[in-house]
């Protein structure tokens, strides 16, 4: 599926949830708790929903978790969570709510690709737990049982006939599984800024796929302490230029708001403005070629950082189409970070060289 030039921009931007998120319980003290819903959608409420279309999402059927999970994985993820659930891993537990949770939660994901390359949405994001992107395609870990947004790309290519999709993942965790599943595929442009060294380990720059997926693979690693102006400065300087070289048919954003400066998981710094900038550069070189933007929730673990930085995110995106084009003033400098990324990534993707 090409992008055109243009697309209807008549409906409402979609805002995708369902209430077995909340059912997911994985026990006290656990930062990947249900509260991260009810703060994101209380504030959401005091803003009036910031004219977003609110749906409940459907479960995903099975053939869409097969796509990406074996059979295997998935009927384990359904039979721990009917026996009452239990620890998977040290990070990662179930409970007897936890699999009509994650069917939702893919669900979501699945249904926001469905608007948005149908044309009823011009933008959206689902917001579900348990999160996604650390789900490789036969193991939870990481506070994630299925890939959600590894399960709505692989949708867009094979049910909607999308050709490319490119997944950001700024999430500060490195999303390992979403770059495992996409690793040998040119179909995904896969690209993640993430804090290194953190959890899961993985995400070196050296890493750039394999095969057929060499050099659609880019990890950004960043330093202890990066802020808006090195994350933006590498979404608006190394993402937007790869985004325009790799012109795909949907871009999906893999949305974790934990390297937020209040997160207590990392020690990135940015704040709410970052995460504006950051969506308003997609949002801008998206438009231009008439490509819808979706994002998928992953972290973020301080309630009102969350909250205060999902409605930044949300309120870039409603502007889909709106024809507002003008840059942050964060995207004004290409920090030094970006400068050496943009040389590293250049060497696969020549169109991209400063020269």
């Not at 867009?156 to 390992?176: F, K, T, Y």
């Amino acid at each position: 599926m090409s992008p055109g030039p243009e697309r209807a921009v008549a409906a409402p931007p979609v805002f995708l949830s369902h209430p077995s998120a909340l059912d997911h319980d994985t026990g006290g003290g656990h930062p990947e708790r249900p509260e991260r819903i009810v703060a994101i959608e209380a504030e959401l409420e005091r803003r009036g929903w910031l004219g977003f279309q609110r749906v409940q999402s459907d479960p995903a059927a099975q053939e869409d978790l097969l796509r990406v999970h074996p059979a295997g994985h998935v009927e384990a993820i359904r039979a721990l969570s009917e026996r009452g659930g239990g620890a998977i891993d040290l990070d990662t537990v179930t409970s007897r709510g936890s699999w009509e949770a994650a069917l939702h939660a893919a669900g979501g994901a699945v249904e926001l690709v469905d608007r948005l390359l149908q044309g009823s949405a011009p933008a959206g994001i689902s917001v579900a737990r348990p999160p996604g992107h650390h789900a490789e395609a036969a193991r939870a870990m990481g506070f994630c049982l299925f890939n959600n947004v590894a399960v709505a790309a692989r949708h867009a290519l094979d049910l909607h006939e999308a050709e490319r999709v490119l997944i950001l993942d700024w999430d500060v965790h490195h999303g390992n599984g979403t770059n495992a599943i996409f690793h040998a595929s040119d179909q995904v442009l896969f690209v993640s800024i993430h804090q290194w060294p953190l959890y899961p380990g993985t995400g070196s720059s050296r890493d750039v796929g394999s095969g057929a997926g060499e050099g659609f693979t880019v990890n950004l690693p960043v330093p202890d302490g990066s802020g808006d102006a090195v994350f933006v400065s590498l979404v608006a300087h190394v993402v937007v230029p790869l985004l325009r070289a790799y012109r795909p048919g949907l871009v999906l954003l893999s949305a974790g708001f934990d390297a937020h400066r209040d997160d207590p998981l990392a020690g990135c710094e940015v704040t709410e403005d970052g995460y504006r900038a950051m969506t308003r550069s997609v949002r801008r070189a998206a438009d231009a070629l008439g490509v819808p933007v979706g994002a998928v929730l992953e972290g973020g673990y301080d309630l009102a950082a969350l909250a205060r930085s999902v409605v930044a995110t949300m309120e870039e995106l409603g502007q889909v189409g709106s024809g507002l084009a003008e840059p942050s003033a964060l995207e004004a400098d290409v920090h030094p970070i970006a400068r050496e990324a943009l040389m590293r990534v250049a060497r696969d993707w020549p169109q991209l060289s400063p020269a």
